[in-house]
């Protein structure tokens, strides 16, 4: 490819961007993910309403229950199953494709969008939620309010671009996104403590607990192998998106 060329393609990345936000937020479901996120905030002045200041409980029964375990997947398996979900339910990923533009370059402002999108949603529903009630508490509350804005990076930045290299194979993306975090992640990873290297949700607690010590048991990760784990699941889901896009058949049709 030559720089003129190479500069024309990198152009389009902005565009790319805005018109997966435009996508994206004119989706009713997204109204419904900023209802979700605004649940842990809502839990964490009730808590106040209380005078309930315990980091442990707050950790384990709002940022554990709810922030991690639905607020987190529901948010990343929609934006990042969706950042193709437009063209591809309506064709129109033959003319995104027809562009002059690096396949590289289209999965890179996709990934960018989703991302971004998930962490605006579960970084803020997390900070929120630790201010009003956990940094009365102290480091403690502070550490622990790290510690979850470390996880919601991580597993948003997993998740995300997990989910959008899966939608690319499939239009069922969704639903095996969803149906992984709550039979693999949920109860599986309860039973069969050793799946932990293959799950995106151990690689977020692993990351948090570098912050705040988690409940006995709940981070079966040290910081260093999460952190190097979910690198190497961003690098794999990249090249693998990038590669199908490259490999993707004309009439827009995937399994």
Request: hydrophobic residues 55%.
């Amino acid at each position: 490819m030559t720089g003129s060329s190479r500069t024309g393609s990198l152009a389009a990345f902005p565009d790319i961007v805005w018109l997966t936000f435009r996508q994206q937020l004119g989706r009713r479901r997204t109204v419904l993910l900023v209802l979700l996120a605004a649940l842990p905030p809502l839990l964490a002045l009730i808590y106040r309403a209380f005078g309930q200041v315990d980091v442990r409980s707050f950790t384990d029964n709002v940022f554990d229950l709810v922030s991690l375990t639905i607020v987190l997947p529901l948010a990343t398996v929609l934006f990042g199953s969706g950042a193709f979900g437009a063209e591809n339910d309506e064709g129109t990923i033959v003319y995104l494709l027809a562009k002059p533009i690096s396949r590289w370059v289209i999965v890179s402002a996709k990934a960018f969008s989703a991302v971004s999108l998930s962490l605006v949603l579960t970084v803020a529903s997390v900070l929120v939620a630790g201010v009003i009630e956990l940094l009365p508490a102290g480091a403690d509350g502070a550490s622990a309010t790290e510690a979850y804005v470390a996880a919601m990076v991580v597993g948003s930045l997993c998740y995300s671009i997990l989910f959008l290299a899966l939608s690319l194979f499939t239009r069922r993306a969704l639903v095996i996104g969803i149906g992984y975090s709550l039979v693999w992640e949920g109860a599986l990873s309860s039973l069969l403590p050793g799946i932990a290297n293959l799950s995106v949700r151990q690689y977020a607690l692993g990351a948090a607990d570098g912050f705040f010590q988690l409940h006995e048991q709940a981070a079966r990760l040290s910081p260093t192998t999460a952190l190097t784990l979910s690198a190497i699941l961003i690098v794999v889901a990249f090249g693998l998106a990038t590669w199908r896009l490259m490999r993707f058949e004309m009439s827009g049709s995937t399994d």
